[in-house]
């Protein structure tokens, strides 16, 4: 159930169905790429016994919207939930993948949006390192986004380490919110 319900996150739409040790999954991913690794994931992640008939296209493009409208759409996205990483590290959490992919869908349909993908972090640690750290995951997520088929022309990374808290670093509730990926459309 675990295996299915992480591939149905990174769908632009589906349908998972278990009965006894055999499921299916129907629906959309947003890009070839997506699908490919949930395929891949759900491989690796099924038990022995149990298998999974995944019946998944690709999504086609929604229309164009303006740098507005994109902008709207991502500041919606990351108001639920943020980008995860490994802690201290620029490796994206696998649970991370169904947020980006459904922001690189909403990249596609952005045509000629310039698109700054700004890393921050709290004031745990030094501040060169934490620096080094932000630009390493703004960096990060340009890949992930270059992977799922957007040109890396539209996009710049950029760390700014701990220089641009939203919330106190005196808490922990603070210091994670400070720990963050935004996106600055133009």
Do not use: W
């Not at 499921?23 to 690796?44: C, K, Q, V, W």
């Not at 759409?73 to 459904?102: C, H, P, Q, Y």
């Amino acid at each position: 159930a675990l295996a299915g319900l992480s591939a149905l996150s990174r769908l632009a739409d589906g349908v998972l169905t278990i009965r006894g040790n055999k499921g299916e999954i129907s629906g959309n991913a947003f890009y070839a790429e997506a699908l490919n690794a949930i395929r891949a994931n759900l491989t690796r992640s099924l038990p022995g016994g149990f298998t999974v008939d995944l019946k998944a296209g690709v999504q086609a493009t929604g229309p164009a919207i303006d740098a507005a409208a994109c902008q709207a759409n991502v500041n919606n996205m990351l108001s639920k939930t943020t980008i995860l990483f490994e802690t201290g590290s620029a490796n994206i959490s696998s649970d991370s993948a169904g947020l980006l992919d459904r922001i690189a869908g909403t990249f596609a349909r952005c045509a000629g949006a310039k698109v700054e993908i700004a890393g921050h972090t709290d004031s745990t640690g030094d501040a060169a390192a934490n620096l080094a750290l932000s630009q390493q995951r703004a960096e990060a997520v340009l890949g992930y986004l270059t992977r799922a088929g957007l040109a890396a022309s539209n996009f710049v990374a950029k760390g700014y380490g701990q220089e641009r808290p939203v919330a106190s670093n005196e808490t922990e509730e603070g210091r994670a919110r400070n720990r963050r990926t935004e996106f600055v459309v133009h």
